[in-house]
C-alpha cells in the first residue's frame, strides 16, 4: 500500500493554506452571502484592452512568445513606468513578464535565497511572501507593523533584525490589508538606513495605481536604491484584469537574468493572449485606471465612515482597495469575530491574523464593491454589532 504522507515534501505539508479562502470556502457554501473579502475588481476589464486580446486571437497568435515576454510588450512596460514613476529600466535585461505578479515574488525570493537565508517580512501582509519563502528554505523574519504608525515601516521597525542570512526585504505598499502607503518622506530615511547593507528590497507595487491624495513613489526612484530594488507590478488591480494572470519584475539584470531562468524551466513564458492585450492597457488606458480609482476613493470614504460610525476603529486607507478596523473593543478574536458575522449576518470578511500574527485584533474588508453592496454589509454588521 502506498505511503502518500512517506512522500510529500515536508516543507509543503507544513504550509497552512490561506487564512483568506478558509471563509469563502465556507461561504461559497451558503446562500444569501454578501462578501466584502475578496481583493478582486467588479469592473470589467476595459473594453479596450478584451479588444486586443480577440484581436490577437482571431490573428492566430497563439504561440509561445519570448520566455521574457513579447518584446513590444518589454518596451512599452518600460515607457509606462518612466512615465508614471520615473523608473527607468532596459526592456531587453531589466524587465520580464511574469504570470501575475505572485510568480515574480516567487522567482524573486528563489533566485535570492539559499537554505537557511532570511527574508524581512513587514506584516500585517499578503499571504504569499512566507509561504514562498518556507519552499525554497529560508526563514521568514516578521517585522510587526505598528497601527499608531499607520502600519508603515520605518528604519527603527528593523533595527535588531538584519543578521549575516538576510537576503532580502519586502516592501509591500500600498498595503494588502491594511491600505497604507509609504509616501516619499517615509521612503527617504528607509533608503537611507539600507543603503550600507547587502539587501535586496523586493518592492511589491502591485496597487501603485490606487494610491489616493497623491501618487505612488517607487523606493527604486531614490538615489542609490534602483540597484539594490527588484520592483514587481502587474495588471490584475489596476486595469481588472485579475483572470489574465499577466505581471512583470524590474530590477537589476543580475537578479533578473537569475529569475530568468526559473521562469524558463517551470513557465515557459505568459500567456500570449493576455500579453498581447497588456500591449493596449499600458499604450492607451491610464484614463480609465483613473476612473476605476475615483470610483475606489469614493468607495473607500463611504465605508471607512461607515465603520467608524459603527465604533470600529479604522485609520483612513491611503491605497489599494481595503480598510483595516480594528475589532478589540467586540471582546472576539478576529476569527471569532469573522465566523460569528458570517454565520450571524451572512456577511464575509477575512480575519486579521490571515496575514500574520501582528493582524490579530484586526479583520480585512474589501471595497472593490458596488456601493448599494456595501451599505447592505454596513447595515448587517451593524445588526451583528448590536447583537453582541
Known amino acids: 500500500m502506498i505511503r502518500y504522507d512517506d512522500l510529500l515534501s515536508g516543507r509543503v505539508k507544513d504550509l497552512k493554506p490561506s487564512g483568506i479562502r478558509k471563509f469563502f470556502d465556507v461561504a461559497n457554501e451558503m446562500d444569501g452571502v454578501i462578501s466584502l473579502g475578496v481583493g478582486e475588481p467588479d469592473f470589467k476589464t476595459p473594453w479596450s484592452i478584451r479588444e486586443a486580446g480577440i484581436y490577437s486571437l482571431e490573428k492566430g497568435r497563439t504561440w509561445y512568445t519570448a520566455n521574457a515576454g513579447l518584446p513590444e510588450l518589454r518596451r512599452e512596460i ?7 514613476f520615473h523608473l527607468q529600466y532596459e526592456p531587453k ?53 505598528k ?29 494588502n490589508p491594511t491600505g497604507a502607503v509609504m509616501r516619499r518622506e517615509d521612503l527617504e530615511p528607509l533608503a537611507d538606513f539600507l543603503r550600507d547593507k547587502n539587501i535586496i528590497v523586493l518592492s511589491d507595487e502591485i496597487y501603485s ?15 542609490g536604491m534602483k540597484e539594490r530594488t527588484v520592483v514587481i507590478n502587474g495588471f490584475s488591480k489596476s486595469y481588472a484584469m485579475t483572470g489574465w494572470r499577466l505581471g512583470y519584475a524590474c530590477g537589476p539584470r543580475e537578479i533578473i537574468g537569475q529569475m530568468y531562468k526559473i521562469h524558463q524551466f517551470a513557465i515557459m513564458c505568459a500567456p500570449t493572449t493576455s500579453q498581447f492585450a497588456a500591449i493596449e492597457a499600458v499604450k492607451n488606458c491610464d484614463g480609465e485606471i483613473a476612473a476605476m480609482r475615483e470610483e475606489y476613493d469614493m468607495r473607500r470614504r463611504l465605508i471607512t465612515a461607515g465603520f467608524n460610525e459603527l465604533g470600529l476603529e479604522t485609520f ?20 471569532e469575530f469573522c465566523e460569528k458575522l458570517l454565520y450571524s449576518q451572512r456577511v464575509a470578511v ?17 471595497y472593490s464593491y458596488s456601493v448599494d453592496h456595501i451599505k447592505t454589509a454596513l447595515e448587517r454588521v451593524a445588526q451583528f454589532l448590536e447583537s453582541l
Open 316 to 335: 483612513t486607507p491611503e491605497g489599494a482597495f481595503y480598510i483595516f478596523p480594528c475589532i478589540k473593543s467586540t471582546g472576539l478574536t478576529s476569527d
Open 93 to 145: 535585461t531589466e524587465i520580464m513578464v511574469t504570470v501575475g505578479g505572485s510568480e515574480g515574488i516567487d522567482a524573486c525570493i528563489r533566485a535570492l535565497c539559499d537554505e537557511g537565508d532570511e527574508v524581512l517580512i513587514p506584516e500585517p501582509c499578503f499571504v504569499s511572501y512566507d509561504p514562498c519563502t518556507r519552499l525554497c528554505g529560508a526563514v521568514p523574519v516578521p517585522v510587526r507593523l
Open 147 to 175: 497601527a499608531e504608525n499607520q502600519f508603515k515601516l520605518t528604519s527603527a521597525d528593523l533595527e535588531g533584525k538584519i543578521t549575516p542570512r538576510t537576503k532580502a526585504l519586502i516592501l509591500p505598499f500600498p498595503n
Open 209 to 223: 495605481e490606487l494610491t489616493y491624495d497623491g501618487t505612488h513613489v517607487s523606493i527604486a526612484e531614490l538615489p
Open 350 to 366: 477575512v480575519p486579521g491574523t490571515a496575514f500574520g500574527e501582528s493582524g490579530e485584533g484586526y479583520v480585512r474588508v474589501s
Open 78 to 84: 518600460a515607457a509606462y513606468l518612466d512615465r508614471r
